[in-house]
């Protein structure tokens, strides 16, 4: 087309109006070309529950994964059944992302294959729904980090407390407790204590056993690609699905598990989010080398002195312990206070800047979500530092939180980056 066509062109489009969708639908009217679309990687746990395994006419499942042949023929049954909805299957995860069409990956496996699939999808130009832990090594958090900023992709870490919901045990949302701390009342540096008080030690027993013996692979089952790049063991039931957590080849019992739904919120009311600790105390029996153990206490300190305490074993009584205590002032369970007329003290202060907590409208508008790749990244590096001296029998690791190494303590930087098996690279 020469100049003068095209300018033609130009003029003849301007003849006509363009009509907002909501105006031709009405409120919340969703057109089909805007419908949004999901696969789902992992559908024998997290995967299935009602609040992820669903379809809407904002976001319709078009897919789903797994490598255990019962779940994904279960998946897909309860799919046409309840969702009415006829999804493509997988065994390989990277087909899902290639072939599905789908516009949103939801990755719900063990953490071990976090990393992988998130980066593969971001490079695929997937936007990603993450179960927590994030990822399994600060390593692995960092190069999904990097990943999602380079191909510009939306990612959500599945943990909320920090936006919504109260946060566990403490019977109070988060945002007065910000607030409260936002006022400068309490005082500074600030201690929060996370014991069994407030609810911690819900998972905190979901430790491995250390005298597996091997056992037939069942024939569902694809053994090798479950493992992925962790190292090769003999097959046990207990290494998989329900109980794999209690195994540091791929996840570090109840301390990761439940640890970024603690920690993330903490590290959002400190004002933490761009912020690491630079040393992490643990107090715990010697850990085996393959199945995870219990421990008695994980404390991390900021350069400023705010610590964070998590409390396990001999903390399980619902005492008398402080959440939150400054210079100035406690705060106990309930909201209850030592500073006097604290309610009327919030109600004072303005509400924190407004978070981003619709996955979907950040999507479609490529906005952060609220708990994202980057502050996703530092509450999850809380837990695998407390995980890498926990594994090791460290009393102390001191952290550089600029170079995101331990200083000093060549075993654990190893645990930072650690060698995949087989074909499986970042």
Not at 8 to 34: C, E, H, N, W, Y
Not at 146 to 174: C, H, M, Q, S
Not at 333 to 341: A, D, L, R, S
Request: charged content about 25%; hydrophobic content about 35%; proline content about 6%.
């Amino acid at each position: 087309m020469d100049r003068r066509d095209f300018m033609k062109t130009l003029g003849a489009m301007g003849l006509f109006t363009i009509v907002p969708r909501q105006v031709l639908g009405g409120k919340g009217f969703i057109a089909p070309s805007d419908q949004l679309t999901k696969g789902i990687i992992g559908v024998g746990g997290i995967g299935r529950s009602s609040s992820h395994f669903s379809t809407s006419e904002a976001c319709r499942l078009v897919a789903v994964c797994d490598v255990d042949a019962n779940h994904l023929s279960s998946a897909v049954d309860a799919a046409k059944k309840n969702l009415n909805e006829n999804v493509k299957a997988y065994e390989d995860f990277r087909e899902l992302i290639a072939q599905s069409g789908a516009d949103i990956i939801h990755i719900a496996t063990p953490p071990h294959w976090h990393a992988i699939m998130a980066m593969e999808a971001a490079r695929a130009g997937k936007d990603i729904w993450l179960e927590k832990p994030m990822t399994r090594t600060i390593g692995e958090g960092k190069a999904v980090a990097e990943a999602v900023k380079r191909y510009g992709r939306i990612l959500r870490l599945n943990t909320w407390f920090r936006f919504t919901d109260t946060f566990y045990g403490l019977a109070t949302p988060v945002q007065p407790l910000k607030k409260l701390i936002m006022s400068g009342e309490l005082g500074w540096p600030l201690k929060v204590t996370v014991s069994g008080a407030t609810g911690f030690t819900w998972k905190f027993y979901w430790v491995g056993k250390d005298n597996l013996t091997e056992q037939p692979v069942p024939k569902e089952l694809n053994y090798d690609m479950w493992l992925g790049p962790a190292p090769y063991k003999p097959y046990n039931v207990h290494r998989t699905h329900q109980t794999f957590r209690g195994y540091w080849d791929y996840d570090g019992g109840g301390l990761t598990d439940m640890g970024q739904h603690y920690l993330d919120p903490v590290q959002y009311m400190l004002g933490k989010d761009d912020d690491f600790p630079i040393k992490v105390e643990i107090d715990a029996p010697q850990q085996h080398y393959d199945a995870v153990g219990i421990w008695r206490k994980i404390t991390y300190t900021y350069a400023d002195g705010c610590q964070i305490v998590l409390e396990g074993e001999g903390f399980e009584s619902p005492g008398k312990v402080p959440y939150i205590e400054g210079p100035k002032g406690k705060v106990y369970k309930g909201f209850e206070c030592t500073i006097p007329n604290v309610q009327e003290l919030i109600n004072s202060i303005s509400d924190p800047e407004p978070q981003r907590t619709d996955f979907l409208e950040c999507v479609r508008t490529r906005q952060k979500f609220a708990l994202n790749e980057q502050n996703g990244h530092h509450s999850c590096t809380l837990v695998n530092m407390g995980a890498v001296g926990l594994r090791l029998g460290r009393k102390e690791l001191n952290f550089d939180p600029v170079a995101q190494r331990f200083i000093g303590d060549d075993a654990a930087n190893a645990l930072i980056d650690q060698p995949m098996r087989g074909e499986w690279r970042l």
